[in-house]
Nanobody, 121 residues
Framework: QVQLVESGGGLVQPGGSLRLSCAASGTAFIINAMGWYRQAPGKERELVATVTSGRSPNYADSVKGRFTISRDNAKNTVYLQMNSLEPEDTAVYYC???????????????WGQGTQVTVSS
């Protein structure tokens, strides 16, 4: 089994910054891609940013220039640096990983438990 554990959420004032982390652990797996999604109250879950080895990161238009996604392959960890936060960024942020299981060489999506980010004065 593979687990994703997120950390770094919290309450921040508009214009502030937060850094989210998500670490993958388990056995017999290779990570293809990792990313962050978010879900605000009453809204559908939406993509924030994704990163795949060897490719440029992909960002939602609403966060371009403010958020930066990065990945430490040695630690199986993905980060999301969020700057210039706005109240509209308030949501539960979920880590996602596309994981290749070497037990059967099939890929599966995995999700973290979510971490709350609240931007408010």
């Amino acid at each position: 089994q593979v687990q994703l554990v997120e950390s770094g959420g919290g309450l921040v004032q508009p214009g502030g910054s937060l850094r989210l982390s998500c670490a993958a652990s388990g056995t017999a797996f290779i990570i293809n891609a990792m990313g962050w999604y978010r879900q605000a109250p009453g809204k559908e879950r939406e993509l924030v940013a994704t990163v795949t080895s060897g490719r440029s990161p992909n960002y939602a238009d609403s966060v371009k220039g403010r958020f930066t996604i990065s990945r430490d392959n040695a630690k199986n960890t993905v980060y999301l640096q969020m700057n210039s936060l706005e109240p509209e960024d308030t949501a539960v942020y979920y880590c996602n990983a596309d994981v290749l299981r070497t037990t059967n060489w099939r890929s599966y999506p995995y999700w973290g438990q979510g971490t709350q980010v609240t931007v408010s004065s």
